[in-house]
């Protein structure tokens, strides 16, 4: 019989095959896969593409400035949480079960979104188009409570590293989509590049209506997973229907909180203030850059094919870097690994600042930050993912998730007036301080965990 290696590297070289094996095999990886597709496509059809369009529209920069605010609805999904998460939709949930009825409906509401705002000119009604963006955020960030709380639901917390990997896949594939892929779709529609034409993005956006069928057939093909018996939400029979509100209530809205801190007690203020920093340098550098890409003479070729194309693809590089490592070495030094290496990237920025319009340059910054933010991602989403409780885990996960975006996402608002006051090498440097901190955070959070730190080799 073969002797196992002495010097480990045996075993390390088997851990390593083995969780690789979980993402070619496992139906739940794969299904994780094609929810982040559906997850990751509106984002930045109400973000990043959709400004885009705004200033070839002849929008102005302050306006779509406020307008990019839309995207906050990510940052207040934790007030519809404990709805999504315990409240049922009749006759869907009978026929589907609680998540994946959430799931169909938040998925209708995306594609009548995108479909309207394909139809609708910012230039002759800027107001409706803010209207349906704002629709189709809030239905986004309901789907993403849901798949959340499915991923938690569906497997141990060992394997969320590699759920969250494929998660970041499918998401950072679909940004591919809303982003280089609209583009590319609206250059090929559009017969005068040298002027503003509504009807290129109306068929970039109604391809994107379309697209979003992948998430609806997912969530029809997919199992419901099952939950403890306490995630029900049920009263006791013969209850009256005020008491049955009001247990409704302290179920869906009180406890998932009240766990949260007597679980971790004193902890749990350390954790939501690491989380509610650990992405700040990338997010908040994130708000400028297309437009510091157009200012350094970058063109939509190029800024398609480096930034939205070759980016994402690092992105997802790193993702897999990212999940596999968290599976081998656990979670908190690859998420001390990510946290390093955020801040660091963005000085790159300052960088090309100073050397201005250079394709290859470009090249090697964007690859570098996204795969960087890859690896971050998904040493934070398992991060997260580990904090919750499985009774709650709609309701304490978008608290996470929301927590994450809501500072940065407000930052990121001043971000130009910043850029005019220091330029934009000051600026990116200013975003790479903003780490440092969550440096410190991570590290006393691994010192003083209630939790025991867990990888491959438990």
Do not use: C
């Amino acid at each position: 019989m073969t002797q196992p290696s002495l010097s480990g590297e045996g075993a390390e070289a088997h851990d390593w095959r083995n969780a690789w094996r979980h993402v070619r095999d496992d139906a739940r990886v794969r299904r994780l896969f094609f929810f982040g597709y559906s997850s990751g496509l509106p984002l930045l059809l109400v973000f990043g593409t959709l400004s885009y369009w705004l200033r070839e529209a002849g929008v102005d920069r302050a306006t779509i400035g406020y307008i990019s605010w839309v995207a906050l609805a990510y940052g207040f999904k934790w007030i519809w949480a404990p709805l999504v998460d315990r409240m049922g939709l009749a006759w869907l949930r009978r026929r589907l079960g609680r998540r994946r009825s959430w799931l169909l409906l938040s998925q209708g509401v995306l594609i009548f979104g995108l479909a309207a705002m394909s139809m609708t000119d910012p230039a002759m009604d800027l107001e409706r188009l803010v209207w349906l963006a704002l629709l189709v955020a809030f239905a986004s960030a309901t789907q993403d409570i849901v798949i959340d709380a499915y991923r938690i639901e569906s497997a141990e917390r060992r394997l969320q590293g590699i759920l969250a990997a494929a998660y970041s896949f499918g998401y950072r594939l679909a940004m591919i989509t809303a982003s280089a892929g609209v583009l590319w779709i609206a250059a090929a529609v559009d017969v005068d590049e040298t002027t503003y034409q509504h009807a290129p993005w109306a068929v970039a956006y109604a391809v994107m209506a379309g697209l979003m069928l992948i998430g609806v057939l997912t969530t029809l093909l997919a199992p419901e997973p099952a939950v403890p018996a306490e995630a029900s939400g049920v009263s006791a029979p013969g209850a009256t229907q005020w008491v049955r509100l009001g247990h409704w209530l302290q179920r869906a809205v009180v406890q998932p909180f009240v766990d949260f801190f007597q679980r971790f007690g004193w902890f749990a203020l350390l954790v939501l203030f690491l989380i509610g920093s650990y992405r700040i340098s990338d997010i908040v550098l994130g708000v400028i850059t297309n437009v510091f890409y157009q200012d350094m003479g970058f063109t939509k070729e190029e800024v398609a094919n480096v930034s939205k194309f070759f980016g994402v693809v690092m992105t997802l590089i790193g993702a897999a870097i990212g999940g596999t490592a968290v599976y081998r070495f656990g979670i908190m030094p690859v998420l001390l690994l990510g946290g390093l290496l955020a801040p660091a990237t963005n000085l790159l920025f300052s960088l090309l600042a100073g050397i201005g319009h250079d394709f290859w340059w470009l090249v090697a910054v964007v690859g570098m930050d996204n795969l960087s933010a890859g690896l971050a991602s998904a040493a934070f989403v398992a991060y997260l993912s580990s904090l919750t409780n499985v009774v709650y885990s709609a309701t304490q996960y978008a608290l996470f998730s929301s927590l994450m975006l809501l500072l940065p996402k407000f930052l990121g608002g001043f971000s130009g007036v910043l850029v005019e006051t220091w330029g934009y090498a000051g600026f990116f440097s200013f975003t790479a301080l903003l780490g440092v901190p969550v440096l410190i955070l991570i590290m006393l959070a691994w010192r003083f965990s209630p939790t025991p730190e867990t990888s491959a080799n438990d």
